[in-house]
DNA sequence: ATTATTTCGGATAAATTTATCCTATTTAGA
DNA sequence: TCTAAATAGGATAAATTTATCCGAAATAAT
């Protein structure tokens, strides 16, 4: 469904969050190590991220990676996938036509529209509070 | 969503369905022109939806592709997303985690579950009469 | 039989995605 | 000021997906 640097990305940020809201700034290297992920290519993707002004990163000796904690209620799930995978998910034919709309519709063209408007609506009420305190609890895991 | 590969099987499969539904036999060559698929690609495709008995193939001269008229109303549109994408749709985690269940839920484990049970009953309800009869009728396309 | 046509299948190439490496830059603290 | 720790970013490599090429095998028609 998604790349594998976005599903890098949303698993670093909840990552961030959660220790954000301990007032821990965190290195890419504990990030990696956490989310289970390879270093290097996290990097880039936290790299997208902070483009996007979704995160926040301070460079050098105790620098690291944060969200400021007013901020991460408000972040969208659908901001993180945005910011690395792009919109196609919401825009693409599902069959890989150039133009697919009403007027010109590919055969599944009205079945991948109810699909990716579900996904569409999930993507933008989930949000990294609802999903940094599910692993603080324990109801989630970022890993294995 | 889905591989190039898949999209390409899924066109193809919808036109050799409308030909045969005319006793018509079309060969790769012809499929390629009218879904606007790279020949060779295509043809690796269809070899692979031969193997798995979706669509039945002729060689030699006068040969080409086919799906017995009786068969098409019987051929959902997963079996076809299984043929060349596999079964991960269904069961991936949308993370990535190597383990990802009830008991063990990634961040964003029962959403997902929500819209993936929507994708595959989409899938498991979309048969191929139905989408080559949107194609002879002129209600969706195969191109462009 | 020969030929033309067509799928099959192996080898290879191109493009994209994923991953690594290395140097530059920034920053806190000694 | 120097050093250690950290992100930034360019270059490159590995892996996967997409795409092409070509000879082999099958088959209908001549």
Known sequence: MFSKACEYGIKASI???????????VSLKEIAKEIDSPEAFTAKILQ??????IINSVKGAYGGFEIPKEAIASIKLSQIVNSIDGDSIYHGCG??????????????HDQFKTIRNELKIMLES????????????GASFLKI
């Open 48 to 53: 997208a991220l902070v483009r996007d002004k």
């Open 15 to 25: 990552y961030i969050a959660l220790n954000s809201y301990d007032g821990n700034r």
């Open 126 to 137: 989930t949000n990294l509070e609802q999903m940094a305190l599910d692993i603080k609890s």
């Open 95 to 108: 069959l890989g036509l150039n133009v697919c709309d009403e007027n010109h519709p590919c055969p599944v």
